[in-house]
């Protein structure tokens, strides 16, 4: 199975007021990049739902060397293989148009059955990959585990997020993050790494509450609805 490399110019609605691209718009890179991907080794989304079954990303780690601008030209690369019985393991990279790397990321996936909602290990699924995936990105976070401050939001899970999995878009997470974080609790002006827990899936009009904790340059993140958590976020900032 070989890399995937896709050209794109980044867009006016994947950047924010400073022109550059968003972090959550990354992540959605990332996640078409994999579909693309998927799809041209008959693994993608016809073939999964086809066979009653989803792919679903459990985890992600993130990393910008520098956001590229609106307009600006930038290439993907992603190769894929199994990390277990269990998971396959992503990696994808952006670079700009002189090869430089800007950005990386880290994926786990897993094939959940449409009913049940339950993993399916790949070799049952019959998904033939790579029993390897080179790596193309540096070491993940070192956690904090000391606190100055923390806050609580509370929220609803709204509808514009939902996916066309039928629950809320990963990327939906991060922007849920960062739009309720207060401003005493944010060390720096955007995430330079971030990495993503998803536990549980969320749907349309399920009460949420975000816990937010401090640690220098590091803010940690837990997504719950009830007492269950949903998805636990660590950001190291700029």
Not at 1 to 27: R, W
Not at 36 to 44: E, Q, V
Not at 72 to 83: D, I
Request: one cysteine or more; glycine letters at 6%.
């Amino acid at each position: 199975m070989q890399d995937i490399n896709i050209q794109h110019s980044v867009t006016s609605y994947e950047c924010g007021a400073d022109h550059l691209l968003k972090p959550a718009s990354f992540m959605h890179f990332c996640q078409e990049v994999a579909e693309t991907h998927a799809s041209s080794n008959n693994l993608g989304y016809e073939w999964s739902t086809t066979n009653g079954m989803i792919w679903v990303e459990v985890q992600g780690d993130f990393e910008f060397v520098r956001r590229p601008s609106w307009k600006e030209p930038v290439n993907l690369r992603s190769n894929t293989g199994k990390a277990s019985a269990l998971q396959a393991r992503r990696f994808v990279e952006m670079s700009d148009t002189e090869g430089n790397i800007i950005a990386r990321a880290d994926l786990m996936w897993v094939l959940i059955d449409i009913n049940s909602r339950r993993p399916i290990p790949l070799k049952k699924a019959m998904a033939q990959m790579p029993d390897e995936c080179p790596a193309i990105i540096s070491e993940p976070l070192t956690l904090a585990t000391e606190f100055s401050q923390s806050a609580t939001v509370e929220m609803i899970a709204p509808r514009r997020d939902v996916d066309f999995n039928g629950h809320i878009n990963n990327g939906s997470y991060l922007i849920w993050t960062l739009e309720t974080l207060p401003e005493e609790l944010c060390p720096g002006t955007a995430p330079r790494r971030f990495r993503i827990n998803f536990k549980r899936e969320t749907f349309a009009g399920q009460e949420i509450r975000i816990e937010h904790r401090i640690a220098g340059k590091q803010t940690q993140h837990s997504i719950l609805s009830g007492d269950e958590l949903r998805a636990e976020i660590v950001i190291e900032w700029e």
